[in-house]
């Protein structure tokens, strides 16, 4: 801990004092113990000593016995940093004054020779505080020195009492507060900081606030934390992730946000646990951590939207898928066409037995189902742009309902959509309609041709969160099936290429919206999460 530093008064012509510290408090009582030795060695030693005590010897002995307590006192406060150091500070000050003062006048006065001494003491003491407070000691130390030759001179008479040299060091103890507040100072100042101060000043404020800039223009977030965990910076990025924008710092870490504070403590307790996503509780947003320790106990943060790392890699994904599909459509579509030609040429041959014609039956359903596969990993290549846009939610089910029944032939009742007016999302319109074409022809497929009711339905979840469901009454779905139904070339129904719920998962997250199918007593429900107009901003 350091003393503050003083404001200058209007006698400071602007310059600050230095700030005293512990290290200077040290400095002091090592000068103060090492007079105290001298002042013992010279009256021990010598027998016949006429200056020191000469006036009181036992009044001499009991003042630097005391004198020596308090200096030892001194570093033991110093050490234990109680009281604080500005406290300290000025209490050692008056303990100067007061017990050089005793020694002087046990000694003889101003005539001991122990004048000086105030001197040394008051040019250290006002090179640490301002002059107001510099007068303040001078006057004090006069007043002092002054008290003494006054009891002298009524004890002892008027003999023993010198006030011409007393007024001399009075003086003198106000010239030396004030060469050491003003001119001297000022000197120093002008010799040590003064070519460079100016352009410090600048490259240091222009560092700053390039650094500044730099931080909060950052895609990723960045948090600052000290070693004990308490909030020192936050950039816009990280304020927007963690749901933070008007907090105030410095915050507990815990406070801004315990989410990340949880994630810390176990990243801390196990290395390989800092690099997994965590999810904020207010916004439901996933956030991937990477911990960055920094010296003296800090931890730099750096915070990034999970999902949009996702998303980059699933861009990444269907760009290697798109090239496939080039290369499947190049070398399995035209064979395949010409495979398909050649068996609607054989069927229609006027010579051809029933046996042939169901095996031609077999091969013609395979070649259609194998196109169709094609058709669908083409469909991933092609889907690699996104073109977000706010749409009202109950408007566009409304549509696609009434779409769907008139396209199939399905009476009213078969597909219903109702929903929470006035509800907004954001997503790509084509990419939406898919997905619930997708999921309502499953619905119909799955149920092998029986009747099934399909509804459709929105919600908000939470405030800035859009969620649509899609039920129906048929068969269901195993659990064991629901485990895998999102992956890759996995059906449930024989004609089916597993490829549609694979599609409609990437195509959710690149909306950056998420799709689940629930469990439920009957039938199937699947619902979708859809990204705000915030969290699609951020």
Known sequence: MSLPTVLPDAHDRGISPPVADWFALRLFGQYRLLMLVALAAAYYASSDQSTLGGRDGELFEVAHLGYTVFALGAFLMMRLR??????????????????????????????????????????????????????????????????????????????????????????????????????????????????????????????????????????????????????????????????????ALPLALGKLSPSLATSLREAEQSPTLGTRPFTIDTTGQSVLPQYISLSAGGMLIKLDDHAHIRQQFQQLKLASLGRLSASIAHEIRNPLGAISHAVQLIEESPTLDARDAELLSIARRHTVRIDRIVNDVLQLSNRQQVRTAPISVPALLAQFAERFRSENALPPEALVSEGEPGLVAVFDPGHLDQVLWNLCTNARLHNDGRDVHIALGCHAERPGVAVIEVSDDGAGIADIDRERLFEPFYSTHHNGSGLGLYIIRELCELNRAEIECLPVERGARFRITLASAGRMAA
Request: zero cysteines; a negative charge; hydrophobic letters at 55%.
């Open 82 to 247: 109680r009281p604080r150091a500005e406290t300290q500070f000025h209490l050692q000050s008056y303990a100067d004054i007061l017990f050089v003062a005793l020694l002087a006048y046990a000694s003889g006065g101003v005539q001991s020779g122990l004048g000086p001494w105030l001197l040394v003491n008051m040019a250290l003491l006002t090179h640490f505080t301002t002059l107001r407070h510099a007068f303040l000691f001078a006057s004090i130390a006069s007043l002092v020195i002054l008290a003494g030759e006054v009891v002298a001179r009524l004890r002892i008479g008027t003999a023993a009492a010198d006030f011409e040299h007393t007024a001399l060091l009075g003086g003198l103890l106000f010239v030396i507060a004030w060469l050491m507040s003003v001119p001297v100072r000022q000197l120093v100042a002008r010799q040590m900081t003064e070519p460079t101060a100016g352009r410090a000043r600048l490259d240091v404020r222009q560092i700053s606030e390039l650094n500044e800039e730099i931080v909060r223009e950052l895609d990723s977030g960045v948090v600052v934390v000290n070693a004990h965990r308490e909030v020192l910076l936050v950039n816009d990025t990280a304020r927007t992730l963690l749901a933070a924008e008007f907090t």
